[in-house]
């Protein structure tokens, strides 16, 4: 069978059948231009030999696409109530898992073993809006589960995947993002796509997952935490904002001591620094605590 389900009239004929109400709160806006589910599925290069996790596949309309291209599709949706719906529109494909809860409550690397998939599979989805920064750090959490993502965002979101040190929209996203993937806009959606239309425009981003997290740092958590602290108030230059955050364990001193050493203004905000140059400075910041913590053991 092929996909028919990315039109207006076919979307609303489902939907008032089985009498099913969108749920703003749940992100449900359904693709009905078929150019959009074509794009992810070619985006995502997907083959016969691979397995494509879904998230959300909410009446199936870009699981059909999915189903065409790879070998099998894994879908996990939250809305019980889209059972009947998905039960019919994916009925034309064998190659379907259908899953349901929360993506953010499943223990992902159990729910997989539990349905037979091994690793690294490729993700695609149009996410929910409300929860797109936590599912992606949800999918960062388990480097080896995951291949390719290739995922529609809110186009200011896509915007911050991608930014660069020193303008407004580079932070703590474009950060977490760049450490572990390689964000490139592959298409621009614009609102009309969707049933119902959001208010905002969205972007398909894929990011190519790195072998290995960039750059090597000794300890990825202090390195969040550091970026973290330095985008809380982003006004403020680092060793201010890195000497308030008592979690970090660090002073104003040290942390002008290793902008200094790093050939860096002492006065520079957080929004100037690369991933490599905050990656520097979190590696001296933890080697002055660890080797201030192990001469205060020894006294
Ligand atoms: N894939 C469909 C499409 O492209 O037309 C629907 C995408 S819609 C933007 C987002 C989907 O994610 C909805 O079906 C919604 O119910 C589902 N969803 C929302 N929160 C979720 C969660 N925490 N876990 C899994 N699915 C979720």
Known sequence: MKPYLANAAKTKEILERHGFYTKKGYGQNF????RIPEGIAEAAGLTKADTVFEIGPGIGTLTQYLAERAGRVVALELDRKL???LKETLS???????????????D???????NGV??????????????????LMRLFE???????LTLMVQKEVGERMAAAPGGKDYGTLSLSVQYYADPEAVLAVPPSAFLPQPKVSSVVMRLSKRKKPRP???????????IKAAFLQRRKTLSNALSAAPQLGTDRETVTAALTEMGLDPMIRGERLSLEQ???????LWEAGHSSASGQEKT
């Open 31 to 34: 693709l009905i231009d078929p």
């Open 83 to 85: 059972e009947p719906v």
């Open 92 to 106: 034309g494909w064998d190659n379907v898992t259908l899953l349901w809860g929360d993506v953010m409550k499943q």
């Open 108 to 114: 992902l690397p159990r729910l997989f073993e539990e």
């Open 118 to 135: 091994s690793g690294p599979v490729k993700v695609a989805a149009n996410l929910p809006y409300y929860i797109t920064t936590p599912i």
């Open 142 to 148: 388990y480097p080896e589960l995951f291949s390719e």
């Open 216 to 226: 090597e740092c000794r300890d990825d958590a202090y390195l969040f935490a550091v």
């Open 278 to 284: 905050f990656a520097g400075l979190s590696d001296r």
